[in-house]
């Protein structure tokens, strides 16, 4: 994110949040093209709107699946993309349907780095070693 941008406005989040729902409920339903009738069960972790509304970041998760999983799967997705901006367009009230770009989540791939990092021999002998400033006063 640049140093120099807002924060989303209460408007984005509330818009972002209705995306999230109608895909979740898209993906639930199983309303998908015929192309992409043997993806795995989809989560819908977050929906990003640009300021001018244009276009929306979707970051979706295969159930049970592993980060290479998701990968592929946001490339399916990107390709029906068309189909799911006319679901956009036909359940939202906005002038123009976004963009949307499908992203695999990498939230949980990137907590699972860091679980790493913090149970790290190294790491763990660092927070165990007694601190210059805990003697007494």
């Given at each position: 994110?640049?140093?120099?941008?807002?924060?989303?406005?209460?408007?984005?989040?509330?818009?972002?949040?209705?995306?999230?729902?109608?895909?979740?409920?898209?993906?639930?339903?199983?309303?998908?093209?015929?192309?992409?009738?043997?993806?795995?069960?989809v989560s819908v972790m977050e929906a990003r709107v640009s300021p001018d509304f244009s276009y929306c970041k979707?970051?979706?998760?295969?159930?049970?699946?592993?980060?290479?999983?998701?990968?592929?799967?946001?490339?399916?997705?990107?390709?029906?993309?068309?189909?799911?901006?006319?679901?956009?367009?036909?359940?939202?009230?906005?002038?123009?349907?976004?963009?949307?770009?499908?992203?695999?989540?990498?939230?949980?791939?990137?907590?699972?780095?860091?679980?790493?990092?913090?149970?790290?021999?190294?790491?763990?002998?660092?927070?165990?070693?007694p601190r210059e400033d805990d003697g007494a006063e």
């Open positions: 994110m640049r140093s120099n941008s807002k924060p989303p406005s209460q408007r984005q989040l509330r818009v972002g949040e209705q995306i999230r729902h109608i895909f979740a409920e898209t993906f639930m339903c199983g309303n998908v093209p015929k192309e992409l009738s043997d993806i795995p069960p979707v970051f979706v998760l295969p159930l049970g699946g592993d980060h290479e999983t998701a990968l592929v799967l946001a490339k399916a997705l990107n390709q029906a993309r068309g189909f799911f901006r006319t679901i956009l367009a036909k359940k939202m009230r906005l002038r123009v349907a976004p963009e949307v770009r499908f992203y695999a989540d990498e939230s949980e791939h990137e907590a699972e780095k860091i679980e790493a990092l913090l149970s790290s021999e190294k790491v763990q002998r660092d927070l165990n070693a």
